[in-house]
Every structure is written in C-alpha cells, then in structure tokens.
C-alpha cells in the first residue's frame, strides 16, 4: 500500500464548477500537509500547506484535512481553464522535512 | 526573481553513456533535492543536500550520484544509464527545517 494515494483522474469539470480533489495517506505520523499544481511539463508549485487537522484558505482554494480519517483534501471554487494541470498532494511527518510523500496527482480538466 | 533552474531541459542520452544534470538556484535555500518523477507517478526523493551533507535514499541505486560545489549548484550524474532511468528529472529547495520546497522546472531525459 502506498503512503499517500491519490485518484488519477482525469478530472474534467466545465468552467465555474467547484472542484473537489482528494488524498488518502496512511501514515498516522504525517502532520504537515500540501498541495502542489503541475501543469505539463513543468516542475510542481506549492499551492498551499496545513499542519494538522483543520482548514486553510487562500483566494479560491481551500485546503482541508481530517486526520481523524487520513483524509486530505482541495477544494477549488470558480474554477478556470487555466486550473488545469496535475495537482499533487504531499505529507510529512513532523521529525523531517525533507522527507516528503508525494501523491501520484490527479489531472484536472476546466472546460471552458 | 528567485528562482531554481535547471538545465538542460531536455536531455538525450545513449544506453550506458554518462549524464550530468545541473540545477542552480538563486534563494540562497540550505536544502537541495533531486527528485525522479516518472509519468504520471509521484516525485521520487533521489537524496538531498543539507548544506554540504549528502543524504542518500536508501533504494536510490548506486548508478545515481550527486555532487554539491557550493550553495548555489547542484548536479546529478547517471554513471551508465538505462531505458528504465528515462524520466523527468526535478531539482527542488528549501530552508532548513522548512517544509515548504521549491522546485525547477525539470530536465526530460531520454534515453536510446
């Protein structure tokens, strides 16, 4: 089982819809959580990070995570044609930063 | 701007001929990674930079090397390639203790 799993996708949404993404992780000792945008063949962007439990918003994302069930996830409202790319969501534990977990990402559509 | 770079962005490469792949950065950022991102797989931490301690990760094979001259440049060298080594190549940054990373945009290496 792998530590941090995420939907592949794609994902395809029309323009303005809200968009709804989502990671799985398995490790109790993840406390940092983000969220990164890859748009194709570019590097990843940090989009936003949470520690612990709770919510974090920023513009139109928002960032939302349940450690109760291991569940992280990103909400983006007013979606564009220009959100779409690969978002990645990664986790990490408190003792180690440098000892991030990627998720597989999940390919983002917006239909104009 | 502060920014990673990487080059070159595209890389070919023969079957067993040695590769080096350069990445500078200008955030003044004590931490340097190098991560092998595969499509449509997760980012995979190949070892990182702590100032001038390397950090190897343990199932990183031997062909993988690294070299970090001084704060600004880091590069990775594939000693003999294989078909399996051809992927996107990402370096990334961060502070020290700082979960925050920042990433180039990648080198594409194929390999022949």
């Known amino acids: 089982q792998k530590e941090v799993e995420q939907d592949p996708g794609p994902l395809s949404v029309p323009e303005g819809a809200i968009v709804s993404l989502n990671c799985t992780y398995s490790n109790s000792a993840f406390q940092y959580f983000m969220w990164y945008r890859q748009y194709s063949r570019k590097g990843p962007e940090l989009l936003m990070y949470?520690?612990?439990?709770g919510n974090k918003e920023d513009g139109r994302f928002t960032a939302q995570v349940d450690k109760s069930s291991k569940y992280i996830s990103l909400f983006i409202r007013d979606s564009q044609p220009s959100d779409s790319a690969t978002y990645l969501c990664?986790?990490?534990?408190?003792?180690?930063?440098?000892?991030?977990?990627f998720g597989s990402g999940t390919r983002l559509s917006i239909r104009p | 701007d502060a920014m990673v770079i990487q080059n070159p962005r595209y890389q070919v490469t023969q079957f067993g001929k040695p590769v080096t792949l350069s990445c500078s950065q200008t955030l003044n950022h004590n931490v340097m990674y190098w991560y092998q991102q595969k499509s449509s797989q997760a980012p995979k931490l190949l070892f990182h930079y702590y100032d001038k301690d390397f950090n190897n990760e343990a199932d990183t094979p031997d062909n993988f090397q690294s070299r970090r001259p001084n704060t600004s440049f880091c590069f990775l060298d594939i000693r003999s390639p294989g078909l399996g080594d051809a992927a996107m190549y990402l370096c990334a940054t961060s502070r020290a203790g700082y979960y925050e990373q920042y990433f180039g945009p990648g080198t594409r290496l194929t390999v022949t």
């Open positions: 990664a986790c990490a534990p408190v003792s180690s930063a440098s000892k991030i977990i």
């Open positions: 949470t520690y612990s439990s």
